[in-house]
C-alpha cells in the first residue's frame, strides 16, 4: 500500500496494488474508487483532502492479536 498527498491539488491517493486503472467509480463528489480490470480495488482518491479533514492522516499501531 501506497499513500500519497498531493499539496498542489489537496488530494490524497491511496494505492492498494500495482495493477492498471480500468475503471473509475465516482462515490460522491470528493471520492473515486479505481479498479483493476478484474474487479478489484486498486486506489482511493479523496479530492480536497486536507479541507475535509483526511490529512493529515492520524497513524495508530496496534499489537497483533
Known sequence: MKVTYYEDEDSLVI??????VTRE????????I????????VETVILEAAKLG?????VQHAAAA
Open 34 to 41: 479505481g479498479y483493476a480490470s478484474d474487479g478489484t480495488v
Open 15 to 20: 494505492r492498494l496494488s500495482d495493477k492498471t
Open 54 to 58: 483526511a490529512w493529515p492522516l492520524e
Open 25 to 32: 467509480v465516482s462515490q460522491g463528489r470528493h471520492t473515486h
